[in-house]
C-alpha cells in the first residue's frame, strides 16, 4: 500500500464520506508537493504505524540530525 491507500482506508475505517476522503487525499498530495518544493525540511516522518514506530522515526532523525 502506499500512503494514500492507507490514509484512504483510515478514513473509510472511520466512517468518512468519499467527499471529505478526496479532500484530504488532496491536501495532502497538496502539502507532499508544498514540501518537496523548499528547502525548509531534510526529513519527512508520517505517521503510518503504530506509536511506538513514529517514535522511532523521529529519534533516528534527531541523532543524524
Known sequence: F???DVLRKRL???GESIELIE???SD???W???FRRTDLFE???TNDGDVEDTIE???KV???D
Request: with cysteine; net charge neutral.
Open 12 to 14: 473509510q475505517d472511520r
Open 2 to 4: 502506499n500512503q494514500e
Open 23 to 25: 479532500r484530504r487525499i
Open 62 to 64: 534527531i541523532r543524524i
Open 43 to 45: 526529513f519527512f516522518v
Open 57 to 59: 522515526a523521529v529519534e
Open 28 to 30: 495532502c498530495r497538496g
Open 32 to 34: 507532499d508537493e508544498q
